[in-house]
């Protein structure tokens, strides 16, 4: 069976990871942390893994649902990727994420199709990443994950890329490590936002979080969700519905929403439930599998668990990704010193930037409370570093996030960052829902009071992985905006009656859900809180504390903002240009001459406009939808033939003499028409191929 969440493998049975990392700890409590989530994955062995999900429970609507209908299905639209198969690994969580990521961005790029293995393999590629549980690549392969592991990965630009730079189940690969290195980083399209939302434990919000799916399967966007699959007890072969009894935690599977029917009838479940109405979900085990490899849940389902919509935007949006946090960032942090008082709390990271002048645009965080209000200053210059406020201060964005999940801010005003300076990014957050707002690394320990051994209890991180990738002078937080601490050595130490609630919480999580007759599962839950009761008998349970979840995005000065990026649009559609500073914009079209903007511009054929303001170009390249016939159609104008063979050529000519090419970003990948990442005479070749056995129908 298939595994859904994340797991660390122990060289014991439960879910505890011994550091060989002895340290002294200086323990300070300057601040409250939210409680941790305990939660079990489904591998084939019991595990009880710590998890903070804090995201849990919250959403707020953007909308209303009431006037959609009773049944939807975006299979009926023609704009849903082909159904893939995950052939045996557990790379389900990779392809319910990918789906949802795809269905945002296939108006723009038809033929999308991204790289699962990408985004399965760099979750675990250790350092400052996840660490594997071993080498292997099966192991690697059928760790399992969540929507929290694919947004931490892609928030920092390893991935997605296109399925023909790491195509599934290409082990060859992997066998060259200067290529698995080169690859991690590649990223074809970078993460903007990502949705993520979830049931209360009563699902008293089941009304909400079901009109909130509905809202975004009607906008195009499928939705990743998570479930318990067993086809022995739970699936119906003759309706291809499914419908578990099992609470959340024993969600094993991941697919995507991509449709609903209200009156879908109770009876064609195999467990009946009390009413009508069913999700029409995208599966990732091939296409012979259900309805050509979709399937129906029932909304009653009460499995149904991590809901999540990620949105791309085109990697050449932004240029440079400031960021210290590489790990998922599984509690919240409040500022305050007790858990009662929520004034809103400050967080600030510093960064150095060492590269050319910079732009900033935007910054992006996680918001883990509906309705949150934030207020964002850039502070220019440093002169210290220790001192997040010792620069010259930005104008101020404000605004407030709906939602829960992980955003891309834009900043109302660019602040210019000279080369090798330092600045810091400064947020306020408040949330009325919650004190706990500062999304942070966290690892949950024990270290044992007469050893100093420290034995790490963390799914996603270590408290060796945390202290050694944190440094001096990076992450701060501060209850008032004035007085600032620095996260680095910082630790949250638990009270001996925290510790109890602990394992009093740890219990209930062990045993919730396991029904009486389940022998194997009791005898597992026994262990393991035998395991958890020894640990935490020999030492003191703490958190340290890692890098806050805060990067800042930008350009180099001179980048022009695109209203759309590039792709295939509308005929007729209109592409605005602006720039925050007010600058003078010049633009030029399919390299004609460049003229002053004054106006939108408006698409009708084959469309590529290069923009600037300074001495930095930027490109974009639009493709009207009605004459674009798609792979081969190099120069989009509707048809396969002999010209697009003959650009190829020129193309890869000039490329061979180290100069410019005549394709653009965008069409370059049609242009690879073999699919080889390299665009040469082949490409060419099997071009002139299609168009001969086109022209003789």
Not at 234 to 241: D, E, H, V
Not at 536 to 543: D, E, L, Q, R, Y
């Amino acid at each position: 069976m298939l595994k859904k969440s994340i797991s660390v493998f122990l060289a014991v049975v439960m879910g505890i990871l011994p550091v060989n990392n002895s340290k002294n700890l200086s323990f300070n409590k300057k601040f409250t942390l939210s409680a941790p989530h305990f939660s079990r994955s489904d591998s084939g062995e019991t595990e009880v893994i710590p998890a903070v999900n804090p995201l849990k429970n919250q959403v707020n609507l953007y909308g209303s649902a009431d006037e959609l209908p009773e049944k939807f299905d975006l299979r009926e639209s023609g704009k849903l990727p082909a159904i893939r198969n995950q052939t045996g690994y557990g790379t389900c969580w990779a392809h319910s994420a990918i789906a949802s990521a795809e269905s945002g961005i296939i108006n723009s790029k038809p033929e999308i199709d991204l790289s699962e293995f990408h985004t399965a393999y760099y979750t675990y590629s250790g350092g400052e990443q996840i660490a594997p549980i071993s080498d292997n690549l099966d192991d690697i392969m059928n760790m399992g994950g969540t929507i929290y592991a694919v947004t931490n990965l892609w928030s920092q630009w390893i991935g997605p890329v296109f399925e023909k730079r790491l195509q599934y189940g290409d082990r060859d690969f992997f066998d060259n490590s200067d290529d698995v290195a080169n690859m991690k980083y590649a990223s074809d399209y970078h993460l903007k936002n990502a949705y993520m939302f979830d049931f209360d434990e009563d699902k008293t919000n089941s009304a909400e979080i079901n009109s909130l799916i509905k809202q975004f399967v009607y906008s195009g966007k499928a939705v990743d969700m998570s479930f318990c699959a067993d086809n022995d007890k739970y699936y119906s072969m003759n309706y291809s519905s499914s419908n578990s009894n099992k609470k959340p935690k024993f969600a094993n599977h991941s697919v995507a929403v991509v449709g609903w029917d209200d009156n879908f009838p109770a009876d064609n479940f195999r467990i009946k439930p009390e009413n009508n109405g069913a999700w029409l979900v995208k599966n990732s085990w091939g296409d012979e599998y259900g309805e050509n490899g979709y399937m129906w849940i029932s909304y009653e389902d009460k499995s149904l668990c991590e809901f999540a919509v990620y949105e791309l935007e085109n990697a050449e949006n932004y240029t440079y990704n400031f960021h210290h946090d590489t790990f998922p960032a599984l509690q919240s942090l409040s500022a305050s010193d007790d858990a009662e008082t929520n004034n809103g709390s400050y967080m600030a990271n510093v960064f150095h930037n060492d590269d050319s002048a910079v732009q900033l645009e935007a910054i992006s965080t996680y918001i883990n409370a509906p309705d949150t209000e934030y207020e964002i200053t850039v502070y220019t210059n440093l002169a210290d570093k220790s001192d997040v406020t010792s620069g010259t201060p930005s104008a101020v964005t404000r605004g407030e996030c709906s939602m829960t999940g992980y955003f891309s801010i834009p900043l109302d005003d660019y602040a210019i960052i000279e080369p090798d300076t330092n600045f810091s990014v400064v947020v306020k957050l408040y949330s009325a829902n919650s004190p706990f707002v500062i999304p942070i690394e966290t690892s949950l320990s024990v270290v044992d009071d007469d050893t100093d051994e420290i034995t790490s209890l963390g799914s996603f991180t270590t408290f060796e992985g945390i202290v050694e990738n944190i440094g001096e002078n990076e992450s701060f937080y501060s209850e008032n905006g004035t007085d600032w601490f620095d996260v680095y050595n910082d630790t949250y130490v638990y009270t001996d009656e925290e510790e109890e609630m602990l394992l009093d919480e740890i219990e209930y999580e062990l045993y919730d859900g396991i029904e009486p007759d389940e022998t194997e599962e009791l005898e597992n839950a026994a262990t393991a809180l035998e395991i958890y009761k020894d640990v935490f008998s020999k030492g003191t349970a703490f958190v340290v504390m890692g890098n806050i979840s805060l990067k800042a995005l930008g350009n180099p000065v001179g980048e022009v903002d695109f209203s759309q990026d590039s792709g295939v649009v509308p005929d007729g559609t209109e592409i605005e240009l602006s720039a925050k500073n007010g600058a003078d914009i010049y633009y030029s079209v399919n390299g004609s001459e460049f003229v002053p903007y004054t106006e939108p511009i408006e698409i009708n054929g084959f469309t590529e406009i290069t923009a600037k303001w300074g001495d930095v170009s930027s490109t974009r390249t639009y493709v009207p939808e009605n004459n674009f016939a798609g792979y081969g159609d190099v120069n989009a104008d509707g048809f396969v033939d002999a010209s697009d063979a003959s650009k190829v050529l020129e193309h890869y000519a000039l490329l061979s003499t180290n100069k410019n090419g005549v394709i653009s970003r965008f069409m370059d990948d049609y242009a690879d028409f073999n699919h080889d990442c390299i665009t040469d005479a082949s490409d060419a070749s099997a071009i002139l191929a299609l168009y001969s056995e086109l022209s003789t129908k």
